[in-house]
């Protein structure tokens, strides 16, 4: 078999599925040295792997390039053909990214998920997404590289990474520091609200922990993160409902991804709702503590790895199959500040 040369790794989505991807990419890099890693992703996120010495090329698709169909069709035709690849890892394995693989038939590793119709373009495939499955995220992407054990081990590993320049951080620190930051004191960067409301811990609760930190931990300074809009709307609200306390940071914005990473990197710990944000604290290596809706499964997407990361969910307090009669609402509910405050602290002192 020839040697492989180039791999094409097809994510797509969201902040945090294309950051816990990157386990894979830093895989085969350790795995095939010498191929070529390129990694498909949507354009409004591509800026978070510059730089990054896993992947190779990022290969975009920007809003006209996925819509109308035609023209997505035609780059994705472009990008197979330019490029020849001999491994073909397509994540999503939708309708859509299978076109990859039908314009790469002479791919000799064509690999993607099992359903229904992946069959006749995918010739490995793979359950990720299985119900009997008891492992995270990470572990269900790593699936995806077994096939290549056909041609030598695989050298996995857990760890996802992303990186920034010295500058970058000089920068955002030096900002935060005329924001107000005392950097002899611990940094808290709090994912105080969230996109998807459905996913978004009880407001009162979360004052509620907030409050209580302020009050058993002087030191401690906190800066919330939020998005335009809505989300910036709510965490004022919050803010104000806290009395606007000087340890709060309630102006200190990241205008890019590459902003939000430099602000992840010069914080000291992440606590709060599940996010993306979450996603890129762990990948810079540092601490969290998250708290999980019941639409999001703690124990996929809290991937194990030697970044201190912990959580909670509402199976942490109740087993799933005693939820069964409870609304959607009253199993998020579960979640207590008490309880959320009690883990948060093992958080911190196993930290310490």
Request: proline share 5%.
């Amino acid at each position: 078999m020839k040697p492989i040369k180039k791999i094409l790794i097809i994510r797509f989505r969201q902040i945090g599925d294309s950051i816990l991807a990157v386990a894979l990419c830093s895989t085969l890099k350790k795995s095939f040295p010498d191929a070529e890693i390129h990694f498909v992703l949507n354009k409004n996120i591509a800026s978070l792997y510059e730089g990054h010495p896993d992947i190779d090329k990022v290969i975009t698709f920007d809003k006209n390039e996925n819509k109308p169909f035609t023209a997505y069709i035609k780059k994705v035709w472009q990008v197979t053909h330019q490029n020849k690849y001999d491994v073909i890892i397509d994540m999503r394995s939708t309708i859509r990214t299978l076109f990859f693989s039908l314009f790469s038939l002479k791919t000799p590793f064509r690999i993607g998920r099992i359903k229904g119709y992946t069959r006749s373009l995918l010739n490995y495939r793979a359950d990720t997404y299985s119900n009997s499955l008891t492992i995270d995220m990470v572990e269900r992407n790593l699936l995806l590289a077994a096939p290549l054990e056909k041609i030598k081990p695989i050298q996995y590993t857990k760890e996802f990474r992303l990186y920034l320049t010295d500058q970058e951080k000089k920068d955002f620190r030096y900002y935060m520091e005329k924001e107000g930051i005392d950097f002899a004191r611990p940094v808290f960067l709090i994912g105080v609200t969230t996109k998807l409301l459905h996913k978004k811990w009880n407001t009162e609760f979360m004052i509620a922990t907030l409050k209580r930190i302020l009050e058993e931990y002087k030191d401690i300074q906190m800066i919330f993160n939020y998005a335009p809009g809505y989300e910036e709307e709510d965490a004022r609200n919050i803010y104000k409902e806290l009395g606007c306390p000087e340890r709060i940071k309630i102006d200190i914005q990241a205008s890019s991804l590459r902003q939000l990473a430099a602000l992840c990197a010069n914080c000291s710990f992440y606590f709060g709702n599940e996010g993306g944000a979450r996603h890129i604290a762990q990948a810079l290596e540092i601490p969290s503590f998250a708290i999980y809706s019941p639409s999001a499964s703690k124990s996929m997407w809290l991937p194990v790895n030697s970044v201190l990361a912990r959580g909670i969910s509402p199976d942490d307090i109740l087993p799933p199959e005693q939820q069964a009669t409870l609304t959607y609402e009253e199993r998020f509910a579960l979640i207590t500040p008490e309880k959320v405050y009690e883990q948060l602290i093992s958080t911190l002192t196993q930290l310490s």
